[in-house]
């Protein structure tokens, strides 16, 4: 679970809405152009590109492989071999010859957050940029030494799951490091933070402030802030005194994530929860950074929160453009397996969080999934535990009851802890899961030895198991939880391997390297409902590829994650080369 799952927590790092609102008036009719029509490809017509002597997996089960492709206006025109590619080239055409690399269809992360370029300038105290605790309190101090006074000192990604070593946290702790400068740390599953007295003071947070419904600010047994903050509605109490970059710098950063998405292979993203700092703000954030000529093209989930707010902006589902579509609406019915507050079945291992909590009643969840079912969204809800997975189908089940809808792909976001007979229902409400793949890489020994069990762990992402029920999947980044890395993605799921180990968890539901480039590529382009110009490499389609030194499909599955992206093409044109 991340930040941006949840509306509002964003809240504290924002401008006032109006000077935003001003600001990114320039992106406001982005989005609204029309699909191209299918190219045809006339007698004595010409290529503008083609692509010739590679290994092209296309994901198009008609036409399985190929050696090269046609592209024109930006549009795949012909696919075959070189010999028949070749009688395509005139005078201007284009020749690009792969020499034997491997082309897939651009890789689609379907779930990620754009909102977290915000905390660009933040301090990394993520697992992946620091060795040890030794060195996350080393950059934490440092921070504090730097900071002039007055400054708030802000960490994020902080991880004392996964990082080794201990570092204390706890409001007292933070004092000792500084006792006059606000230092905010927030956890990298985004439901948990912690901060001293001169942040509580700023956020006009005391003991005797009551936890607001949903989020607590955590007391001892003598009713002393301990300094952990808990969810959503909690750390957002945190908004008025928390520093802002302004909004031009936001769509720079926003401008560099999609940048490093296409040097992973992207070409498309699929956030996952607009609105979650200023809903038509962060709307506009998104546009003004597709106005620029970004290297990916982008779907998107409306935060279900802010419903008003998109009614009264006249917001319907759109899947008319080919750049940007806002075409679902995101609600969250839990928190964070790794932090306590997945919404459970039985209790986990830690007998302090019990099993965890929901963020919703049973009836207003129906009702959430109801109002956007019915008006023709689709719906992604974030489930981590099986109880939340339990209320997620009820909701969809409700919905589908009250008004049967056909092809609404209805999504449940991680579906971490799934059950066979979830999966079995999922199928027949048309649902299907995207699996947040990393937990298995990443978590896997933790939630197995310290907070699941191994039975338990083993329902963790059950990739093969969906697909013998019949569902398609997609595999995805959460980002900025885990990195955008599509060839990790691929690698987790078919290895099964927990990171710095020869272990496995559950190698089971291990699957093949196929299915795991269709969960990266068409499955999760129909998931985000671009499967139509994207996910496959086939005439009409959008001219989006991504180029590999190697073949995923040829090395030993552990060496997929040493396979370099060569380059990255988004209509025709190379976006990214190495």
Same mark, same amino acid.
């Given at each position: ?55 092209? *997996? ?15 206006? #930006?549009?795949?025109?012909? /696919? ?27 890789? *689609? ?52 799951? !996964? ?22 740390? %927030? ?63 936001? /769509?720079?950063?926003?401008?560099? %994530? ?22 038509? #703000? ?73 099993? #965890? ?31 939340? !997975? ?51 890489? $990443?978590?896997?020994? /933790? ?31 959460? $980002? ?30 291990? !699957? ?27 005439? #009409?389609?959008?001219?989006?590829? /991504?180029? %590999? ?30």
């Amino acid at each position: 679970m991340c930040i941006v799952c949840n509306p509002g927590l964003f809240s504290f790092l924002k401008q006032g809405a109006s000077s935003r609102r001003e600001f990114f008036k320039v992106g406001g009719a982005l989005g609204s152009a029309a699909l191209l029509p299918q190219s045809v490809f006339a007698a004595g017509d010409v290529a503008d590109t083609i692509f010739i002597n590679a290994a092209v *997996v296309t994901m198009n089960p008609a036409q399985p492989e190929a050696q090269a492709i046609a592209v024109r206006a #930006g549009r795949i025109v012909a /696919v075959g071999t070189t010999n028949d590619i070749t009688k395509l080239k005139g005078s201007a055409t284009q020749v690009v010859d792969l020499a034997g690399k491997t082309l897939l269809p651009g890789f *689609v992360d379907p779930h990620m957050h754009y909102t977290f370029a915000f905390l660009d300038s933040w301090l990394d105290l993520g697992p992946f940029a620091n060795r040890s605790m030794t060195d996350v309190k080393s950059k934490l101090v440092a921070g504090i030494a730097a900071a002039k006074p007055g400054e708030w000192v802000m960490g994020q990604l902080f991880d004392p799951t !996964i990082t080794p070593g201990e570092m204390a946290v706890s409001i007292k702790a933070l004092d000792e490091l500084s006792a006059t400068l606000p230092i905010f740390i %927030l956890e990298a599953n985004g439901h948990i933070a912690h901060a001293n007295t001169a942040a509580f003071k700023a956020a006009g947070v005391t003991k005797d402030t009551p936890s607001p419904a949903h989020g607590r600010y955590v007391q001892d047994a003598q009713g002393n802030l301990t300094g952990d903050i808990q969810e959503t509605a909690a750390i957002s109490a945190f908004a008025k005194a928390a520093p802002h970059i302004s909004g031009a710098q936001y /769509v720079a950063n926003v401008g560099k %994530l999609f940048a490093l998405a296409a040097s992973k292979g992207c070409t498309t993203l699929h956030d996952c929860g607009i609105g979650s700092i200023d809903p038509e #703000g962060d709307l506009g954030v998104l546009r003004a950074a597709m106005a620029q000529n970004p290297p990916i093209r982008m779907s998107a989930y409306l935060v279900s929160t802010a419903m008003e707010t998109w009614k009264k902006m006249g917001l319907k589902p759109d899947n008319s453009s080919e750049h940007l579509r806002i075409n679902g609406v995101k609600a969250w019915v839990d928190g964070t397996n790794q932090g306590g507050s997945g919404f459970q079945r039985e209790p986990y291992l830690i007998p302090a969080w019990k099993t #965890g909590m929901p963020n919703y009643s049973q009836t207003d969840l129906n009702a959430v999934v109801r109002a956007a079912h019915d008006a023709g969204w689709q719906v992604g809800i974030h489930a981590n535990g099986d109880a939340g !997975i339990d209320m997620a189908l009820n909701a969809y089940a409700a919905a589908q009851t009250q008004n049967p809808k056909r092809d609404m792909r209805h999504r449940i976001e991680h579906s971490t802890v799934c059950h066979p007979q979830q999966l079995e229902q999922m199928k027949k409400l048309g649902v299907s899961p995207s699996f947040l793949i990393g937990h298995v890489y $990443y978590y896997g020994a /933790v939630f197995r030895d310290r907070i699941f069990g191994a039975q338990r762990a083993n329902l963790i992402d059950p990739c093969r198991t969906a697909l013998e029920k019949g569902l398609r999947i997609s595999l995805h980044s959460d $980002y900025n939880c885990q990195p955008i890395e599509p060839l990790r993605y691929i690698h987790n799921a078919v290895t099964r391997n927990i990171r710095n180990t020869n272990q496995q968890l559950n190698p089971a539901e291990t !699957i093949t390297v196929m299915q795991a480039i269709r969960a990266v590529t068409l499955d999760a382009a129909w998931q985000c409902q671009m499967d139509d110009i994207v996910g496959s490499i086939e005439n #009409g389609k959008c001219a989006d590829f /991504v180029i %590999l030194d190697k073949d995923p499909r040829q090395v030993p599955p552990m060496e997929i994650l040493n396979i370099t992206v060569s380059a990255t093409w988004m209509n025709g044109i190379r976006r990214y080369a190495a």
